[in-house]
């Protein structure tokens, strides 16, 4: 099931994942660490899947994250996702990442990604998905 | 200027901080330590304030924090906030704190607080707030 | 039993908690981020309740957290607690924070807090509070 | 300069990061989280790309993280590089991800991944690499 | 000057650190890791070096640390410091370790180590240590 | 079995561990807080006793740890690891830390220590060391 993506939904839905920069995410450079981004994006991904089917899910692929703006210390990060492309066994999830940033609280769009994700049972085993 | 608590939005609005719980967050009874409930909380206040008019913010006063139900590890935690008093140079806001939790997303009430939040200048001074 | 506040102790006791702040512990605004106190606020008011009687305690209300002053890196922060109220189950305890701060390591006022802890039993059900 | 697969090296270089992974970097399913790994990969591209030519980079792209495997609490994990291709401001690092698990020490591959690093000037701006 | 052992204090001052471990602090073996002890350990000696006299201070020397027991998640550790010699630019501090553990808060040594801090100027330098 | 130093190796092996300094990684001096560089100098060693044989270890001693410059962030820091001695139960372990700085990389050795490791079994009971 190949959604296109005119038909994916332009309303802007809760953030699957939403925090606050501090100094501990800092890199060598000031900037927040790439490291940082990509831990909550795939939490977000997680998060998408649960909601589309009740299983357990392993990250299984990120594809093409292409880091558009550098993220600074007190940004607020929202991690959007929506569904690419629904598998027997696993979902392709698009992740966008937005900052609202200082006092005007301007939005920068700072990456976007693909994951695919993978439903397993108890064992580990790719497991079909059935969706709410 | 005091906002009677039923002219409150029930609207549910995007949360301020969304974020998924991990072992590292847990205490020694192996359920999130509440620390880490009370910084997202905190977070959660100042990004609302800061939403309401381009300030700098401290925290004057966590108002009770009335602890409801354990946060277990892989809970996704949402902290949605409104205004319930804007002052001269303060602003006390609500949050409200919800888990989704397990295979079947239910939704588990967390904890709710007030916190007073002080805006202030470059020297820390407290300062009128004016909304945008 | 509700202790009179002129007959509790002002001995300097030994602190529950004490620590040195760190880089990591900052917010944004490069204060210590309050959350941080918070978390330790909350493990000294537990260290104190476990003093008093030897059950596990889960952490039930936090009342009026009022921060005088902003901690700083560098600071070397104590939590000092005495017993307000002993109920049935639970106990009240007040917690004092100070700072440690400088080479003339000058003593801070931080914040004051009230805690309440509630005794659990191994189903996380409350239980009477019997004290050694 | 597209380097053909075959004429990289083959010898086991010394890796650019090596850990150990603690209880502190799990996810909810008691692996370590992806997040961790990625953080680590991250780091490692960057590394490598230092050694090629003295200049500051920022991680532009990540490609086809392919995780194969999970890794467990007290893995070793390694992070091998190699250039894929040297542009005029960017290179191209393919990471390999190794752990040496339990006491037999067995080496367990567990992702591989490309990563490009763009070398930046004192503004951000990307800056031809001059290799050493 | 040289303080025989026997002239020390057996008096049970204040800790210089005192704080509860936490599920973040373990190895892979379920013990509190080493590492955690000895960061604490380090700033405990810093800081009695601080009392001493006002100078800022780096770790030199950690001589012998000797560890005797495990720390488990709950425990309370504490970190009660005492001169073993005043040099000129240098003192040397032995850290006793000590954990509460249990609904009994039995006491267990844990470790003990000397550390030799130097005192620095602004640049680094070694500086004659100017007792209060 | 006393290894002479002389007949030790000079090849420089890979490191055990090698990690890049963070700025969560600093003290209140900006510099990387000694506590870290602890923490992995005792993971460097556990590993190496794990490479010399399959059982489990346990930190006994920390002997000698000499801090001769300081790490920044942004170095990359090697941990590099030699058999001193290997007794029935124990292993005494040498490890030389080293951080690769700045743009032209260059080499600083940071510290030296002696550690000894205990083989246990399940109980923590120490065993006789049977090397592969």
Chains 1, 2, 3, 4, 5, 6 share one sequence.
Do not use: C, W
Request: charged share 25%; proline share 6%.
């Amino acid at each position: 099931m190949l959604l296109p993506r005119s038909a994916m939904a332009e309303v802007h839905q809760p953030p699957q994942i939403r925090v606050v920069m501090m100094p501990k995410d800092t890199n060598a450079r000031g900037h927040i660490f790439g490291g940082v981004i990509l831990s909550y994006l795939d939490l977000a991904a997680a998060e998408h899947a649960r909601e589309i089917a009740p299983h357990e899910y392993v990250t299984k692929l990120l594809r093409e994250v292409d880091f558009i703006a550098p993220v600074l210390v007190g940004d607020t990060v929202s991690y959007y996702t929506e569904t690419v492309r629904l598998g027997k066994t696993s979902v392709t999830i698009r992740v966008r990442v937005e900052a609202r940033r200082g006092r005007e609280r301007q939005t920068i769009k700072v990456t976007e990604a693909e994951v695919v994700m993978v439903a397993v049972d108890e064992h580990g085993t790719p497991t079909a998905i059935v969706p709410r």
